[in-house]
T-cell receptor
């Protein structure tokens, strides 16, 4: 099946620093990628939809200046958590849909990135 | 508003069968997904239903009734490794994926 690679898997950073998380579709092209945040014992919360070559669409309540998303190519989207604070500590997951499968195709998830802000 | 309901937690015995229900109220419907998520890991795809009826895939089956806004995931011959959260998600008319909160399944020996 299709593979989505997410890096890094774990990151610990100091408060006030910025952290970049990469999401790559390894064997397919993804015009759209999705970024989720998941707190312990809770379901996935969609943060934003990343569109190749255009601005990301953010969900209500998600600060676009804090969570910068770049989708510069059909196989790579990045999420940068700027000026991270302890409350940003969470499990961040990306997913992608094969552009060839349209809008209803299966989502393929990255392995997730666990961010801990000290 | 859009809403997906599934039980918070279920417990079953190894070797048994368990059914996890999901009801949804969304603006339009373009398919329903079931995903499995082990603690600390990303979700993995289990099934996709867009037409009414039962889809069987090994030990797992998924059922859909669009008129009732209802789906279930049936797990047979339960194994300890099936202990996980099971997420129901619906694609609405705008092709947005609406997620349920997930059902934590606990398997006991």
């Amino acid at each position: 099946g299709a593979v989505v690679s997410q890096h890094p898997s774990w990151v610990i950073c100091k408060s006030g620093t910025s952290v970049k998380i990469e999401c790559r579709s390894l064997d397919f092209q993804a015009t759209t990628m999705f970024w989720y945040r998941q707190f312990p014992k809770q379901s996935l919360m969609l943060m934003a939809t990343s569109n190749e070559g255009s601005k990301a669409t953010y969900e209500q309540g998600v600060e676009k200046d804090k969570f910068l998303i770049n989708h510069a190519s059909l196989t790579l989207s990045t999420l940068t958590v700027t000026s991270a604070h302890p409350e940003d500590s969470s499990f961040y997951i990306c997913s992608a849909r094969d552009a060839a499968s349209g809008d209803t195709g299966e989502l393929f998830f990255g392995e997730g990135s666990r961010l801990t802000v000290l | 508003g859009q809403n997906i309901d599934q039980p918070t937690e279920m417990t079953a015995t190894e070797g048994a069968i368990v059914q996890i229900n999901c009801t949804y109220q969304t603006s339009g419907f373009n398919g329903l997904f079931w995903y499995q998520q082990h603690a600390g890991e990303a979700p993995t795809f289990l099934s996709y239903n867009v037409l009414d009826g039962l889809e069987e895939k090994g030990r797992f089956s998924s059922f859909l009734s669009r008129s009732k806004g209802y789906s279930y995931l049936l797990l047979k011959e339960l194994q300890m490794k099936d202990s996980a959260s099971y997420l129901c998600a619906v694609t609405d008319s705008n092709y947005q994926l609406i997620w349920g909160a997930g059902t934590k399944l606990i398997i006991k020996p």
